[in-house]
């Protein structure tokens, strides 16, 4: 099964994660019709667009890896930085000369752009003839068949409540060893520089119980390891009266039961100890020393925590309505040495030249690098997004130059860290969970250690899905080589 990735506007050593564009696999079943899907963007859209495949499965298309034997395209889009958009806009119109061939093909946007800019899409964009939001997913077959019809649907209604709990997703491109478990869906905070809020909305956890089963069923299919998404996942919280966070807050005394993120991570690392347990993405205000706790408790909850800084000055954090400062960020970190030890993996997202942001609160940025010393992270320069607090408050003052330098210097301090932290490997006995060849030659195989590090090795007679035990021989900033030990 192809598996077709590419970067946006991500900048990361190690092999891109966070903002990646994923193709739909073959998954046919002999039905008539075919689904081809795009995701755009962060896991959590690929994640959706598992989901979406599985409603669209339920009312008879199967997906496809061809786009020109599709009956029905969509586009699962990303918001997050306006580069992310214009590549969305790029790709539609290099589906007009297959659509004026076909003109009975669906062409759809999903996702967070979709939310953003509802009618005006279909102004802007001729080709498209479906526009669907994160949480009207179900109302996708009603949508295509109108669309089939002649008429042009939108529906971009945000949910307090929706969480596709019920359903079970289609996996796409699967390596049949990993898979993302969706367990939250939009963000409450309003971090000033992001679209999130806006075009995911209110925050709400998913049952655990349906979690639980999913993690189950992926088991009992084989994988070995799950990837527990969420935007803020330590605000997991969830009641069998209330799903909705803020709602939840408001009548804490009045319900059942409350599961939080440390309990919900201790139900799936029980699955069974062969299976596992990653999560992804970690809130610096929200992190708590329960959830570092229940990591340690288990070994097969991977010890790799991503932890986004996005600034290392406490007034850049304060206008970025981060809520935390430097020195609570910092605390949260060494809790984590303390709890999970040095070789626990931290990763970190970093916006060069935000709003405001002087030279010296760039080197702060750049201290604060130094003393946490990530293994990778995910950097961008800002990107003003129309609607965003700080697009209302704040003036984009910083010129693109000077935001690339700045970009510039962060990456080069990141990969001297990387490769550092990397070196700090060498020589150690770890375990490392195969996930196939190495997509450089067919005589390595590629695995990953709990710290989230890829671990290239000789290809022995292993299989996907084995746990194998290595000596870290050698290392680049972005990988790891190392040989079997019998
Ligand atoms: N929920 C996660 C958190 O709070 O860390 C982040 C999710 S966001 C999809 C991924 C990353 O994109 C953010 O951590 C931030 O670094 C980056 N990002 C978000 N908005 C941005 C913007 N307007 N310009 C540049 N980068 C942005
Ligand atoms: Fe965006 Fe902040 Fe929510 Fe992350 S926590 S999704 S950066 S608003």
Same mark, same amino acid.
């Not at 400062?325 to 060069?352: F, P, Q």
């Given at each position: 099964?192809?598996?077709?990735?590419?970067?946006?506007?991500?900048?990361?050593?190690?092999?891109?994660?966070?903002?990646?564009?994923?193709?739909?696999?073959?998954?046919?079943?002999?039905?008539? &019709?075919?689904?081809?899907?795009?995701?755009?963007?962060?896991?959590?859209?690929?994640?959706?667009?598992?989901?979406?495949?599985?409603?669209?499965?339920?009312?008879?298309?199967?997906?496809?890896?061809?786009?020109?034997?599709?009956?029905?395209?969509?586009?699962?889009?990303?918001?997050?930085?306006?580069?992310?958009?214009?590549?969305?806009?790029?790709?539609?119109?290099?589906?007009?000369?297959?659509?004026?061939?076909?003109?009975?093909?669906?062409?759809?946007?999903?996702? !967070?752009?979709?939310?953003?800019?509802?009618?005006?899409?279909?102004?802007?964009?001729?080709?498209?003839?479906?526009?669907?939001?994160?949480?009207?997913?179900?109302?996708?077959?009603?949508?295509?068949?109108?669309?089939?019809?002649?008429?042009?649907?939108?529906?971009?209604?945000?949910?307090?409540?929706?969480?596709? $709990?019920?359903?079970?997703?289609?996996?796409?491109?699967?390596?049949?060893?990993?898979?993302?478990?969706?367990?939250?869906?939009? !963000?409450?905070?309003?971090?000033?520089?992001?679209?999130?809020?806006?075009?995911?909305?209110?925050?709400?956890?998913?049952?655990?119980?349906?979690?639980?089963?999913?993690?189950?069923?992926?088991?009992?299919?084989?994988?070995?390891?799950?990837?527990?998404?969420?935007?803020?996942?330590?605000?997991?919280?969830?009641?069998?009266?209330?799903?909705?966070?803020?709602?939840?807050?408001?009548?804490?005394?009045?319900?059942?039961?409350?599961?939080?993120?440390?309990?919900?991570?201790?139900?799936? $690392?029980?699955?069974?100890? %062969?299976?596992?347990?990653?999560?992804?993405?970690?809130?610096?205000?929200?992190?708590?020393?329960?959830?570092?706790?229940?990591?340690?408790? /288990?070994?097969?909850? !991977?010890?790799?925590?991503?932890?986004?800084?996005?600034?290392?000055?406490?007034?850049?954090?304060?206008?970025?309505?981060?809520? /935390?400062?430097?020195?609570?960020?910092?605390?949260?970190?060494? &809790?984590?040495?303390?709890?999970?030890?040095?070789?626990?993996?931290?990763?970190?997202?970093?916006?060069?030249?935000?709003?405001?942001?002087?030279?010296?609160?760039? %080197?702060?940025?750049?201290?604060?690098?130094?003393?946490?010393? /990530?293994?990778?992270?995910?950097?961008?320069?800002?990107?003003?997004?129309?609607?965003?607090?700080?697009?209302?408050?704040?003036?984009?003052?910083?010129?693109?130059?000077?935001?690339?330098?700045?970009?510039?210097?962060?990456?080069?301090?990141?990969?001297?860290?990387?490769?550092?932290?990397?070196?700090?490997?060498?020589?150690?006995?770890?375990?490392?969970?195969?996930?196939?060849?190495?997509?450089?030659?067919?005589?390595?195989?590629?695995?990953?250690?709990?710290?989230?590090?890829?671990?290239?090795?000789?290809?022995?007679?292993?299989?996907?899905?084995? /746990?194998?035990?290595?000596?870290?021989?050698?290392?680049? $900033?972005?990988?790891?080589?190392?040989?079997?030990?019998?």
């Amino acid at each position: 099964m192809e598996n077709i990735i590419k970067d946006i506007d991500i900048i990361a050593p190690v092999e891109a994660q966070a903002c990646d564009f994923k193709t739909t696999g073959d998954e046919n079943t002999g039905k008539s &019709k075919k689904l081809y899907i795009e995701s755009y963007g962060c896991q959590m859209n690929f994640s959706d667009s598992e989901i979406v495949a599985s409603i669209m499965k339920e009312n008879g298309y199967d997906t496809t890896s061809d786009f020109e034997e599709a009956d029905v395209i969509f586009l699962n889009t990303c918001s997050i930085r306006e580069k992310a958009e214009l590549t969305v806009r790029k790709r539609l119109s290099q589906f007009n000369s297959l659509k004026k061939s076909k003109p009975e093909m669906t062409i759809g946007v999903l996702g !967070c752009m979709a939310e953003r800019l509802k009618e005006k899409l279909l102004e802007e964009e001729k080709i498209v003839d479906v526009v669907v939001g994160p949480d009207a997913y179900r109302d996708l077959p009603n949508l295509i068949s109108s669309a089939e019809d002649g008429h042009k649907g939108v529906n971009t209604f945000l949910s307090r409540e929706e969480t596709y $709990a019920d359903i079970s997703p289609v996996r796409l491109n699967s390596n049949g060893v990993s898979a993302f478990i969706s367990i939250m869906r939009g !963000c409450d905070n309003m971090c000033s520089f992001c679209v999130v809020p806006f075009t995911r909305g209110r925050e709400r956890s998913r049952d655990p119980y349906s979690i639980v089963e999913e993690a189950k069923d992926l088991f009992v299919k084989g994988y070995k390891e799950v990837t527990l998404l969420g935007q803020n996942v330590d605000s997991y919280k969830w009641s069998p009266e209330e799903n909705n966070k803020a709602r939840l807050n408001k009548k804490e005394e009045e319900v059942s039961a409350v599961i939080n993120f440390a309990h919900l991570l201790e139900m799936v $690392a029980k699955v069974s100890p %062969q299976l596992r347990v990653r999560f992804s993405t970690s809130h610096p205000k929200d992190i708590t020393d329960e959830v570092l706790f229940t990591m340690k408790k /288990y070994d097969n909850i !991977c010890k790799y925590i991503h932890l986004p800084v996005q600034s290392g000055n406490s007034r850049v954090l304060e206008m970025m309505n981060r809520t /935390y400062d430097r020195e609570w960020y910092l605390e949260r970190v060494s &809790k984590i040495r303390e709890i999970l030890g040095l070789e626990c993996g931290i990763s970190s997202d970093m916006i060069a030249g935000f709003c405001t942001e002087t030279e010296e609160e760039h %080197q702060d940025t750049l201290t604060l690098m130094d003393i946490v010393q /990530y293994d990778f992270s995910y950097m961008f320069f800002y990107s003003e997004r129309p609607g965003t607090l700080a697009a209302k408050k704040y003036k984009d003052d910083i010129p693109l130059i000077i935001k690339k330098r700045r970009l510039a210097e962060i990456i080069e301090k990141q990969n001297a860290i990387s490769l550092k932290r990397n070196n700090l490997d060498v020589g150690k006995i770890q375990e490392i969970l195969i996930e196939g060849t190495s997509k450089r030659s067919e005589e390595q195989l590629k695995g990953r250690n709990s710290a989230n590090k890829v671990v290239i090795i000789p290809n022995h007679q292993f299989d996907k899905g084995d /746990y194998v035990k290595v000596k870290i021989t050698d290392c680049s $900033a972005a990988t790891l080589f190392g040989e079997v030990v019998s």
